[in-house]
């Protein structure tokens, strides 16, 4: 027998013994299977790993070399004029990171800022915007809902949209004499110049109540911005992209809400029912437990996603009240030629958003099923 | 064959990956490959990319691209890109970049430092004939490395409607920093502004530069910005901007100058020449003028703004791309530019057919004479935004001038610092 036909026979006999386990005749002629190393499995071993092949190939090309290399950049001083490995590029170890964190710099400024506003943006829509969904899956999923279809297409609409588009006709709406400060005009308030403003809004409260500036305990600074800086609220050009994006992404989340309330047995609810829960009760007892990993999901891609807000950032332009990491980064390497820098602080909201997922997974739940 | 099926599968995997990853290095036409730098003029490929402003300049470079080609025997693709700074930025790091491609006056100093361009300007039998101002845009480590392609300058445009309307007369036209306060105090009204020009330091700095400041020393070695001269300039715009006759473009709801003055928000803009095709297209029906820019307490100065014909130093076609650049650069090439696409031709000695051409234009022209181009630095650029982000509080005063300017110099040198 020769080698080929050698493995065809026992993968035969693989497949038959699997079939009809208690085949006298089989087992008669069975001899030891265990002749070389790995055997019968292992082939199927290699087998498996020439399907995953292709596979594995572009993922490694396409996710994993580029990481690495945005590390190794990151890692170094270099203009991106030349190839990353030869003389244009000089490696400086993790000076790039600590020239971020230590040094008194512009750059520095730049990225307090950045976490600053995203990280208000973060606190403001990724709440609203989970409620927001959970609130409108709840309504579609009422059972006595006319029009059911016409509903969801209509939530769903801004998410399936161009980003783009979509920020566009904010930009417009938006604008000093747009058609939000025409409404606001009617019923006798002057609005902003809603994107070119970079006020916080805690400030404009604050001011309200007649503190106009900084105690002297907001005054020390931490990273090149004052406390008093910190804890200035989202600006009122972020308002806007706040108000944006929620209004685009709801509309994804419902749909996942809405397919995890089609999963919620009836008979659940019905118990529930018969055991006198009120339609509140069943909702916070009986719906919502039973939402956990959908909540999950929902609340990690929310977080993610926000962290890394790029596209209406980059459409309202390079204005210190709406600037991001992810849009720091883009402008430190491409527009500045810093790339290492610009790597780098790609790195440090990568290491953000992995503690912020952490313990936002140990606050919501235990995550059995993510 | 007795090899095993396990070991085949291997073997095939690898020559998968190894077909993906040849086929992402090797990306580039195979242009033929003569010797580096050698006399070989005819009978090659070349490629040309450019940051085109629109089909107009598109179509003329392609059309240049063919007749030197027919002339010479060569062939030249045109890529027009998206993005020229992002593109030209991969292709450089990829280590293929494009023959010949544009290079912005405020990009030039970080492609010097990585070795990217020939230094060809010196070469040029018309070399004499550029501009020196524009020369010395191009000009580093006492080389002249590339030649300007053309040039923009900035110059006040005035609505001609609103100004005889406002009684002003030809007389009126401010030649000082007073007499421009003056009239645009008298043309704000209703909801006209009477100078709008965009918060960025590319219009800032022509009022630091009339007061006589500049933000790098002579020999581009030191920054001065925080002089009593800058900081004089930014002060008048300061004031007009908290008198209410100057104002942003985001005050007025337009992106620019052009926008402003084309929608009647403004009554005077300070743009350069690209104004021109700009109202032409959105705004036909507007009546405006354009003219030099006042002069300030130590007189006349403008900015420009310009490109020139980088060729790459990793470019195998190095001779032939310079014959490329001198039939672009000459008289005839630079006014077929003009008429097609508004650009002022680099070389004096189409001033006097542009002038007669274009008689409107005679104001950008005038300050090529006093022209000095951006400043030009790696990693100047966020510190210029910085700067930028900041205008725009002069009007309500929630920006200091003085602190402005100190921050622009703190931040400029850090950036020197760290560059050199």
Redesign the interface.
């Known amino acids: 027998m ?3 036909e050698q ?1 065809l026979s026992d993968l035969r006999r693989a497949t038959t013994r699997r079939r009809s386990d208690n085949s006298a005749g089989e087992r008669t002629r069975s001899r030891p299977t265990r002749r070389r190393a790995g055997g019968i499995r ?2 199927e071993r ?2 498996g ?2 399907f995953v ?2 596979g594995l ?2 993922l ?2 396409f996710l994993v070399v580029p990481i690495g290399l945005a590390f190794y950049v990151s890692l170094t001083r270099w ?6 490995f030869g003389n ?1 590029a000089k490696f400086t170890g993790l000076q790039n990171y600590r020239s971020l964190l230590t040094e008194d ?3 520095r400024q ?1 990225l307090a800022v950045s976490v600053r506003n995203n990280f208000y943006f973060v606190l403001f829509v990724v709440p609203i915007q989970t409620m927001l969904a959970l609130f409108l899956a709840v309504l579609l999923n009422n059972r006595f809902l006319k029009g059911k279809s016409y509903f969801r297409t209509a939530f769903y609409f801004p998410s399936v949209t161009s980003s783009i588009a979509i920020t566009l006709v904010f930009l417009f709406l938006f ?4 058609a939000v400060n025409r409404l606001l005009d009617f019923v006798g308030i002057r609005g902003p ?1 809603w ?2 403003d ?1 006020r916080g809004v805690f400030h404009q409260v604050l001011r309200i109540f007649g503190v106009d500036a900084a105690p002297d305990w907001a005054k020390h600074e931490f990273l090149n911005l004052s406390w008093w800086d910190w804890l200035s609220g989202p600006s009122i050009a972020m308002c806007v992209i706040i108000i944006l994006v929620i209004w685009t992404t709801s509309g994804t989340f419902m749909l996942m809400f809405l397919a995890a309330l089609q999963n919620i047995p009836e008979e659940v609810e019905e118990a529930s029912e018969i055991d006198g829960a009120t339609q509140w009760q069943r909702f916070r007892l009986v719906t919502l437990p039973m939402l956990r990993p959908a909540l999950l999901l929902v609340l990690t891609l929310g977080l993610i996603g926000t962290w890394q807000v790029f596209d209406q950032i980059y459409l309202t332009g ?3 009240a709406t600037i991001t990491p992810a849009y720091l980064s883009y ?2 390497s ?5 790339f290492g820098v610009g790597a780098a602080i790609s790195f440090l909201q990568f290491a953000l958003i992995i503690v912020l997922s952490t313990i936002q997974r140990r606050l919501v739940g235990t995550g059995e099923d993510y | ?2 090899i ?3 070991r085949m ?2 073997a ?2 690898a020559g ?2 190894m077909l ?2 040849a086929a ?1 290095g090797s990306s580039g036409p195979s242009a033929p490959k003569t010797s580096a730098g050698g006399g070989k003029t005819t009978g090659l490929h070349l490629t040309l990319l450019i940051g085109s402003s629109g089909d107009a300049e598109t179509n003329a470079v392609n059309a240049a691209a063919k007749a030197w080609g027919t002339k010479s025997g060569n062939t030249v693709t045109v890529t027009p890109a998206k993005d020229l ?2 593109e030209l ?1 991969q292709a ?4 293929s970049p494009p023959d010949l491609f544009y290079v912005d006056a405020s ?1 030039f100093a ?2 010097v ?4 361009l020939v230094p060809y300007g010196d070469q040029l039998p018309n070399k004499a004939d550029f501009y020196p101002s524009l020369v010395k845009s191009f000009s580093a480590n006492g080389k002249f490395y590339c030649a300007p392609k053309d040039f923009s300058t900035l110059a006040l445009e005035i609505n001609t409607d609103m100004w005889t309307k406002a009684g002003l007369t030809d007389a009126d036209i401010p030649t000082n920093w007073d007499q421009l306060e003056a009239a645009a105090k008298k043309l704000t009204k209703g909801g006209v502004t009477g100078l709008v020009f965009s918060d960025t330091l590319d219009r800032v700095d022509a009022f630091m530069r009339q007061a006589g400041g500049s933000l790098l020393n002579a020999d581009g070695t030191e920054f001065t910005a925080n002089s009593p001269e800058n900081l004089a300039g930014l002060q008048y715009v300061a004031k007009l901007a908290k008198e209410g006759v100057l104002k942003f473009p ?4 337009t992106g620019w100058g052009g926008e402003a003055i084309g929608k009647n928000k403004a009554a005077m803009t300070i743009e350069g020449n690209w104004i021109v095709g700009g109202v032409k297209s959105d705004f036909p029906k507007l009546h405006y003028k354009v003219v030099e820019l006042p002069a300030g307490p130590k007189g006349k100065a403008t900015l420009s703004f310009t490109n020139c014909w980088g060729i790459a130093q990793k470019s195998k076609n190095q001779a032939a791309a310079i014959d490329f650049v001198k039939f672009l650069t000459s008289t005839d090439q630079q006014m077929a530019f003009a008429n097609a696409f508004g650009v002022m031709p680099s070389v004096q000695s189409a001033k006097s057919q542009f002038t007669a051409a274009f008689p409107d234009q005679q104001a950008f022209v005038a300050g090529a004479d006093y022209a000095t181009g951006p400043t030009s630095l ?2 100047f ?3 210029q ?2 700067f ?2 900041k205008i ?1 509080g002069l009007s309500d005063g929630s920006s200091n001038p003085q602190s402005m300017v100190d921050d622009l110099q703190k ?1 400029a040198e ?2 020197l610092k760290s560059a050199g």
């Open positions: 020769t080698a080929p493995e292992g082939r290699w087998a790993l020439l092949g292709p190939a572009v490694l090309i203009d991106g004029l030349s190839s990353p244009g710099s512009l750059t730049n604008q000093g004499g747009g110049n994107l070119a970079s390079n204005n210190p402008n430190q491409f527009q500045n030629s810093m | 064959m007795r095993p099926a396990a599968a291997v095939v995997a998968v990956a993906i990853t992402c700074t992002l930025t450089l790091a990829g280590g990009k970080g492609l430092k990585a070795n990217a985001k005050q007025t709801d790696p990693g650029d966020q510190v935004k910085d930028d982000s725009l931040n850090a950036a």
